[in-house]
């Protein structure tokens, strides 16, 4: 009990950044924060363009780098998956960043999209490929294993999560972008990640408050902010 009040001590406020979320879900949020927090409700359109346009920091992540003044840790719960590019632009050079997801979103395409904006980022020396940690990986499952079996994983500024990768028996939204099928990520990866990680940010996309019954996934994202305060 001790050890958890001298953590509650060391943070200020968990910052709770919301975008392309239902009024309903936000609601929500407002009356079930998990420990001292500060919600901000954003309503700029999805960042959709050509990435040569990209010559300019985004709105989104202006906000972001203005909250990460605080010190504080950031939660962000968002729609559109192109929404994490902010989270890219606002991190420091060199950042590590941990992504969970169904999909490795490096579409070589030129429009920043929900496909392409891991793709777009790196195009952009936001970051290096080797930068980008792929939790959920068809082709090299090291980093699960490491995670599961190690209790370990390398230090990293962001953790990336896109609902789709969690297990279809949980019913959570983004299940339509793996036809039902889901991935194999569980609730407790993601808790154990925040846990070792530490990261600076933790954002999760694809959330639609109609597609999450009873809240559950939502309630789910809260706890995560309790451990960010936590950790």
């Known amino acids: 009990?001790?050890?958890?009040?001298?953590?509650?001590?060391?943070?200020?406020?968990?910052?709770?950044?919301?975008?392309?979320?239902?009024?309903?879900?936000?609601?929500?949020?407002?009356?079930?924060?998990?420990?001292?927090?500060?919600?901000?409700?954003?309503?700029?359109?999805?960042?959709?363009?050509?990435?040569?346009?990209?010559?300019?920091?985004?709105?989104?992540?202006?906000?972001?780098?203005?909250?990460?003044?605080?010190?504080?840790?950031?939660?962000?719960?968002?729609?559109?998956?192109?929404?994490?590019?902010?989270?890219?632009?606002?991190?420091?050079?060199?950042?590590?960043?941990?992504?969970?997801?169904?999909?490795?979103?490096?579409?070589?395409?030129?429009?920043?999209?929900r496909g392409s904006y891991v793709q777009i980022a790196i195009q952009l020396g936001l970051i290096s490929e080797d930068q980008v940690l792929d939790l959920m990986d068809h082709n090299d499952d090291s980093l699960l294993k490491m995670l599961r079996e190690d209790n370990n994983l390398p230090k990293c500024y962001a953790i990336d999560v896109d609902c789709d990768g969690f297990l279809a028996e949980y019913n959570w939204p983004g299940l339509k972008f793996t036809q039902g099928m889901g991935g194999n990520i569980t609730k407790n990866d993601i808790t154990r990640a925040i846990q070792i990680c530490s990261p600076?940010?933790?954002?999760?996309?694809?959330?639609?408050?109609?597609?999450?019954?009873?809240?559950?996934?939502?309630?789910y994202i809260l706890s995560c902010g309790r451990e960010m305060y936590l950790s």
């Not at 959709?48 to 909250?67: D, M």
């Not at 109609?210 to 996934?217: A, L, R, T």
């Open 1 to 113: 009990m001790f050890s958890d009040i001298a953590k509650y001590l060391k943070r200020k406020t968990l910052q709770i950044v919301t975008f392309e979320v239902d009024e309903t879900a936000i609601e929500h949020i407002r009356t079930n924060l998990p420990c001292p927090a500060q919600l901000t409700s954003t309503n700029y359109a999805t960042p959709g363009q050509h990435y040569s346009h990209l010559n300019q920091i985004t709105p989104f992540a202006q906000i972001l780098l203005e909250l990460k003044k605080t010190g504080d840790p950031l939660l962000v719960i968002g729609g559109d998956h192109s929404w994490a590019y902010p989270i890219y632009e606002s991190g420091p050079p060199h950042q590590t960043i941990l992504r969970s997801d169904a999909h490795k979103d490096r579409w070589p395409i030129d429009f920043l999209c």
């Open 200 to 219: 600076e940010i933790v954002g999760f996309f694809e959330y639609q408050a109609k597609e999450d019954i009873g809240f559950d996934c939502l309630d």
